[in-house]
């Protein structure tokens, strides 16, 4: 790291605490297009000895350890600990860098070696001016270095969203398109998301890249080999806008800025930096076709984040807090501390939806109900409700999951759970068989089932997404068409409601109480039917933090989070958002 621009830019936050909260005020006109840009929030001078594992972790794989060889990209390498160092670069006297090194050496399968981090539930960002210092090697044709941004969110790609700040390497036929002299003379930027408009044959993730048909790049006069640039996504909650500093001259990659026009991208992210070898995005389809000098190094020098218009929000540590109490998976009207709201908090898939379509029957409580129609005889049905956040619910091992279902008493099913590291469990309710109390007799009856026995051996409840799955029996599949409904769906810890250390307690019909047990102070952060945000210090007495909000109505739905002062760790702590309606 270069000393003279760390005293021009203020000193880094280097210590992490367990979900510290770094933000600044937010203001009602963030601009992108002629940004304020404030105070360094946060950053990462790599100017250590060796990498900071606190904030970033190292890729020890091909994909294939997580079932996606390759990394979805048909990428080549195989990313290894030992081809990251902090090194001193080479061609710019006194900066120290991370060195990410790509080299052609047989790892198993793979004939190449290189570099990948993340800061996955260490470091997390939302808005504000993200600005990475880095330079990139001969690309030829074989390399892809890339700084990108993932969501936090437990949901699938590309619903989490992808932010690609930087990447190079791309196919011939892009580069040259744009009048490019060469692979090291393009770099490009990209966001991708979720849209249904691009769910067409060939695209089945549906998704929709910025990228698609626009101009999304930079063309520098001299090659980008072995210099270095500033990268910058500037990021409010309404826009976007990637550029690049060359020689102190900013040019924008896109010639307008971009929409914020996906709920992902209005959500925390964060960091990935890596050196990929081939793969789908380069003409190196195979290591034959790797032209590229090797071995080759990608430098950054930095990574600052700083408020934008007074926007800017760092997180540090796992944001993931355990729930506790009882915990609604699907309910209307069930007392829980905290429950998901489906299409805001969770989502409910339909896995094939050739067998099932929506059904006629009412609810078991509330105004919500799960109803399908089983039309297809002789096929397979499934379905989940899936949580867009990763939920801890380790409180729970000694509890319980009670549901209630009104299906014929002659079709066999399966409930099951998963977490995301791809560990699935499911337990089979066989057809006119009483199992788990669920007395089949063809009406509502309900079920409740040990989250030990539901977890079973793998699965990790540290880190749940999918709360609760539901199937067709393999061996048994029905063989006519019939109508069934799943409601009331609540986890339960074997503890008081109000055992949690924060909680909302409906009052009256138009006042919902907010209380904090823990911290020597606490503020609670609330939003009605997702308007504007309220902070308030809540009222301290006898140990206990309260705050009563009024003016409220039934259907109301309040999304919440708190902050509270831990002594004992000698620093605040955010809690996870979650939502309550007004009954």
């Given amino acids: 790291m270069n000393e003279d621009r760390i005293n021009e830019s203020g000193s880094a936050f280097k210590t992490l605490l367990p979900g510290l909260l770094l933000a600044c005020a937010v203001q009602a006109s963030a601009s992108v297009t002629n940004p304020r840009i404030g105070g360094l929030i946060w950053s990462e001078e790599f100017n250590g000895t060796v990498l900071d594992t606190k904030i970033w972790t190292p890729y020890d794989g091909n994909g294939c350890q997580i079932g996606l060889c390759g990394y979805g990209n048909a990428e080549l390498e ?141 063309v520098p006069a001299t090659s980008l080999v072995n210099r270095f640039v500033k990268y910058r996504l500037y990021w409010t909650d309404t826009e976007m806008r990637f550029t690049v500093e060359d020689n102190g001259v900013e040019h924008d990659m896109y010639d307008k800025p971009l929409p914020v026009n996906s709920d992902a991208l209005k959500a925390p992210f964060y960091l990935l930096l890596n050196l990929a070898v081939g793969g789908n995005f380069t003409d190196a389809a195979t290591p034959s076709q790797v032209t590229a000098p090797l071995p080759s190094t990608m430098y950054v020098d930095y990574v600052r984040v700083y408020e934008l218009d007074g926007l800017g929000e760092v997180k540090l540590g796992n944001q993931t807090v355990p ?200 503020d609670v952060h609330y939003a009605v039917n997702n308007g504007g945000q309220m902070n308030v210090r809540m009222r301290l007495q006898n140990g206990v933090s309260t705050f009563e909000a009024s003016g409220l109505k039934v259907g109301d739905v309040v999304r919440y989070n708190f902050t509270y002062w831990d002594a004992a760790a000698n620093h605040a702590v955010d809690t996870v958002p979650q939502t309550y309606t007004m009954q």
């Fill in 78 to 218: 195989y990313y290894s600990p030992r081809n990251l160092t902090i090194a001193d670069v080479p061609f710019e006297r006194g900066t120290r860098a991370l060195a990410i090194q790509a080299r052609r050496e047989r790892q198993g399968s793979n004939e190449f070696t290189s570099g990948k981090i993340d800061s996955y539930n260490k470091v997390q960002v939302k808005y504000g001016m993200v600005e990475i210092r880095m330079s990139t090697p001969d690309l030829t044709t074989g390399l892809w270095p890339a700084a990108w941004m993932l969501g936090t969110s437990a949901q699938a790609w590309p619903r989490k969203g992808e932010i690609d700040i930087m990447e190079m390497g791309h196919k011939a036929s892009e580069w040259s398109q744009a009048g490019a002299a060469s692979a090291n003379h393009f770099v490009g930027s990209n966001i991708i998301t979720w849209n249904q408009a691009a769910c067409v044959p060939g695209n089945e993730t549906c998704a929709a890249s910025t990228a698609w048909k626009t101009k999304n790049w930079y």
């Fill in 323 to 522: 729930e506790a109490g009882k915990f609604g998976v699907y309910t209307d009207n069930s007392a829980v501390n905290a429950k998901l709201e489906a299409g805001t908090t969770s989502d409910i898939w339909v896995w094939n939806n050739n067998s099932i379509g929506g059904g006629s029957l009412g609810p078991y409580e509330g105004n919500n109900v799960l109803a399908w129609s089983y039309n297809k005889p002789g096929d397979w049905f499934g379905a989940s409700i899936q949580s867009r956040s990763i939920r801890d619910m380790t409180n729970f091992r000694n509890g319980t999951v009670k549901f209630r279902i009104k299906i014929p008493a002659n079709v066999s099913f399966n409930i099951g759970l998963a977490d995301t590291y791809t560990n699935v469990n499911w337990l089979n309710f066989p057809a006119n068989t009483t199992a788990f109390g669920l007395v089949r007799n063809g009406d509502w009856a309900t079920a409740t089932i040990p989250v030990s026995t539901l977890a079973g051996p793998l699965v990790a409840l540290q880190s749940i997404v999918d709360l609760f799955m539901f199937s067709s029996d393999g061996n048994n599949l029905p063989t006519t068409a019939f109508q069934f409904a799943i409601d009331d769906i609540v986890w339960d810890a074997g503890t008081p409601a109000q055992s949690a250390p924060q909680y909302v307690t409906q009052v009256a019909p138009t006042t919902l109480r907010f209380t904090s047990t823990v911290g020597e102070w606490a």
